[in-house]
């Protein structure tokens, strides 16, 4: 989910552009064929060698287009007023926002997929790599920051939400953000939902490209297993949809991330049921209260109850307020059920005694203020909250993840607390799986973590000093508590969740082309998955355009592109 823990756009619409079967059969009139624009390129980098990539980037584009006066609306170059603001408006890490990171030569912020498509055959055209983001939280800054020249595709235009209850699916494109899903939703069914991430500012693009879960997971799975149709650029500037992209890449684009194949323009969704009512409650327990055996019963309990029951358990060093100066660990049961609590509280008396719950402690509401209480964002009087971007603390922070296939004992649980104190700051999100995650075979999506998982582990560690050696601390801090964790969690390999990017795992260090490092890290993702989207990839994208630090490889020696861009 990516959500903080409770104890801490309008409507745009682009223009309709049909589907391309090719970059030279552009549904708009191109002022100059492509081959020519590349000459004029070369000549312009050759003849003209103090003319900026702006101007080089902005002819290139302008000629591409039905309308170029309006083309430098959308490019946004180092000297321009509004630049930093455009680039930092979704920087969602401070530590990727600091004056000695590398900043893109350019931030493109197209209108319409023409747009898009226009930007991928220039970035191609002029070898610049090509960065894509769609406003969510992206923990280390892989769609804004890079150690080479690069350009931004920002997303951030393409916030269009269209719902049809008939058909019971929304289209959803993908600069979108999960609260704008959840509001627009609503907004035409007050008996459909949608399974995806508990904090609203969550980006849709690399949110369903990546899997993406919420606080449904147990009763519908993943995000990507609704995903019915998708569109999307490729490398040749093509739109593509399911029926024109075929099976693979469309299986691809569903948990293998979306980045490495092209830039995706559009999701539609299944929309599910929720009930009239749903209820909430949150119960807080510290060491002194018994926190470790209630831990150790909801290991028990939180994945194999109820699947309409999700569990989450939140584990935090504290301030003890039995032994004064001395710290201790809170455990916060946060909890939503698709039902009422004259339901909910028997059920737990009996399967979760060691909670406590009683009903006043429960909290029955629709579904859509369940999405509101659970990031604490207002009373509930409004939901105007879930169509507010910025409504997001940016400091800087690292996330790690991790999978838990035995329950861990009272006394593993005990040498954890130890070293969290320790540590001081990091804290720990069980993410409880069972229910429908035990009933999707693990390659239906490239999202492989499927039956024989208890619960998923979320490392969160956040700070707002300054400077590199508060960095350091922090990092040591959630690095030491992950490698602290090794006896306890998944082996062979140490499985990680993609959309937790964690580049501490592995990089393409060697650059664009490096299978073995490309390996290292996809193998702890997407396991015995990963040699199929290295397929597809070397097949949609076999010269590696579409790359990362920890993107999806191709094949060593794959094919390459001779004729494809003339």
Sequence with gaps: MGAPTRNTESDNRTTHVPKLSGIEQMENPISLPFLSVIVLLLHLSNSQPTTSIYHTFLHCLQSHTSQPDHVSNIVYSQTNASYTSVLEAFARNARFTSPSIQKPLLVLTPLSEHHVQASVVCAKSMDV??????????????????????????????????????????????????????????????????????????????????????????????????????????VRGRVLDKATMGEDLFWAIRGGGGASFGVILSYTVKLVAVPDRVTVFQVDKTLEQNATDLVVEWQQVAPHTDDRLFLRLVLQPVGSNVVKGQKTIRASVEALFLGEANELVPLLGKEFPLLGLKKELCHEMRWIDSVIWWVNYSDGSSLNPLLDRNHYSVNSNKRKSDYVQIPISRKGLTWIWKKMIELGKVELAFIPYGGKMNEVPSNATPFPHRAGNLYKIQYTVSWQEPGAEAEEKFLSQIRMLHNYMTPFVSKNPRSAYFNYRDLDIGINSHGKDNYQDGKIYSMKYFKKNFERLVKVKSEIDPENFFWNEQSIPSYPGHRKLTDQFI
């Excluded at 951030?156 to 719902?163: A, E, H, K, R």
């Excluded at 009763?219 to 995903?227: F, N």
């Design 129 to 234: 790599q090509l960065k894509i983001r769609s406003g969510g939280h992206d923990f280390e800054g892989v769609s804004y920051v890079s150690q080479g020249p690069f350009v931004i595709l920002d997303m951030l235009n393409f916030q269009n939400v269209t719902v049809d209850v008939q058909n019971e699916i929304a289209v959803i494109q993908a600069g979108a953000s999960l609260g704008q899903v959840y509001y627009r939703i609503w907004e035409k069914s007050k008996v459909h939902g949608f399974p995806a991430g508990a904090c609203p500012t969550v980006g849709v693009g690399g949110h369903l490209s990546g899997g993406g879960y919420g606080n449904m997971i147990r009763k519908y799975g993943l995000s990507v297993d609704h995903v019915v149709d998708a569109k999307i650029v490729d």
